[in-house]
């Protein structure tokens, strides 16, 4: 079989416990030779649309057949299916919940199945709360260790993935509108509204409900403590405070309304 080595992880169990401690243990029982990635375990609790945009925003800088082990999923031990799938780039294992969905805009899927082979899971009877320890993780764990993916379960059509109902920007005769998608640990918002629908604009400023933001290229385009519009290292358009919080200052929350206006 050939090896895959590498297996990030992504959750929303944050490090405070021993959920991921317990993620990494069954990992190493499998494999102890695997190399072991955290995007993070810091996405808002049951947030599948921030699970959805940091596993998008990292999956583009790993080597080829890197195995993602992602878990957000408010859904645990219910019917949603447990499922492997196969880019062209790597692999993600995954609550079938529109985690992925990001990545299905990215990539096409060369095979899909559902975690149906409880011969890959940590025991037969899992854990109806924790599939991360006992599913995602030791399935990922062999996957990464050479397992063919149709020996893992059921295959199923990849057009069955669930996507995340995740509205598009929309162009207006003056600009753009657009919602806050992410939010990261410095208050940055984060929009929906990429990098190519600006860069053609020599001016432009983002609006925030009454307040209008002019755009720079750094965060250090305006004085400590001000706000400016930019388009971020992941590629879209956020709002950020030098030195400060975005979020904090214009007390802005996931899905909240944005607008660009071109000049």
């Not at 250090?220 to 358009?237: F, K, M, N």
Request: proline share 6%; hydrophobic share 45%.
């Amino acid at each position: 079989m050939a090896s895959r080595h590498i297996i990030t992880l992504l959750s929303d169990f944050g490090t405070q416990d021993i959920y991921v401690a317990a993620m990494k243990g069954t990992i190493a029982r499998v494999n102890p030779d695997l190399q072991l990635i955290d995007l993070t375990h810091q996405i808002p609790a049951q947030n599948i649309a921030a699970g959805r945009f940091c596993l998008l925003s990292a999956y583009p800088y790993f080597p080829v057949n890197t195995v993602h082990v992602a878990v957000v999923d408010p859904g645990v031990g219910s019917r949603r299916r447990a499922v492997a799938v196969q880019f062209p780039e790597g692999f993600v294992v995954a609550p079938d919940n529109g985690l992925i969905s990001g990545i299905l805009t990215l990539s096409p899927v060369l095979a899909a199945v559902e975690l149906t082979n409880s011969n890959y899971w940590r025991v037969p009877d899992p854990s109806l709360t924790f599939h991360g320890r006992d599913i995602f993780a030791p399935v990922g764990a062999h996957l990464a260790s050479g397992v063919p993916l149709a020996d893992l379960g059921e295959s199923i059509n990849p057009a069955s993935l669930v996507e995340l109902p995740i509205s598009q920007y929309q162009e207006t005769t003056t600009g753009i509108e657009g919602y806050i998608q992410y939010i990261d640990r410095f208050g940055n918002l984060v929009t929906n509204i990429p990098a190519a629908a600006v860069e053609n604009q020599q001016q432009w400023s983002l609006l925030v409900g009454r307040q209008s933001l002019s755009h720079g290229y750094t965060y250090a385009d305006t004085q400590p403590g001000s706000i400016v519009a930019l388009v971020g290292s992941h590629g879209w358009v956020e709002i950020a405070v030098n030195r400060g919080s975005a979020r904090s200052l214009l007390r802005l929350n996931y899905g909240d309304p944005v607008q660009i206006a071109f000049r």
